[in-house]
């Protein structure tokens, strides 16, 4: 294994897994990579509770219920870490909420969600900058950077 400062550290939004274990698409297989180098320690992989309950919701609301407990599993197997959510997490989410910019309703697809706001204070508590995702939402909160899994995987 190697030693854990050798390996780089993100925080991994819920999108990163539910490609990985999606259908066909063209993050599939980087986000699928990027969840075998976490398996083998090459990568310290790092999310929160609400990854666990938006895969729940999600899997739930479109009938894959049977497809939990193995989702939950790769979660499980993949990540060196899955934190909390905290009040406190809540209360610097609604801060972060209060310093981004609403737009349009055009534009909502660029806003970040209450679910992002939650991600990125439970990273931001961890000393983690870095958010691998492909929702474009986190762009618009402040101290945020956004990594796409398409060109993070070079870096394994």
Same mark, same amino acid.
């Given at each position: 294994m190697a030693a854990a400062t050798d390996c780089p550290r993100?925080?991994?939004?819920?999108t990163i897994f539910m490609y990985a274990m999606g259908g066909e698409s063209r993050?599939?297989?980087?986000?699928?990579?990027?969840?075998?180098?976490g398996a083998a320690d090459r990568a310290v992989l790092v999310t929160s509770a609400e990854t666990l309950q938006e895969v729940l919701?999600?899997? !739930?609301? @479109?009938?894959r219920d049977k497809d939990i407990r193995a989702a939950f599993n790769a979660i499980s197997a993949s990540v060196q870490h899955?934190?909390?959510v905290t009040a406190e997490d809540v209360e610097e989410?609604?801060?972060l909420g209060e310093r981004t910019v609403r737009g349009s309703r055009s534009a909502r697809r660029s806003e970040a969600s209450?679910?992002?706001?939650?991600?990125?204070a439970v990273a931001r508590r961890?000393?983690? !900058?870095? @958010?691998?995702?492909?929702d474009a939402g986190f762009a618009a909160i402040p101290g945020v950077k956004v990594?796409?899994?398409?060109e993070w995987t070079d870096t394994l």
């Open positions: 993100v925080y991994v939004d819920t993050y599939r297989d980087s986000c699928a990579r990027i969840l075998r180098a919701h999600r899997f !739930r609301s @479109i009938g899955v934190l909390p989410a609604r801060r209450a679910r992002d706001l939650v991600h990125a961890q000393g983690l !900058r870095e @958010i691998l995702t492909v990594v796409d899994p398409l």
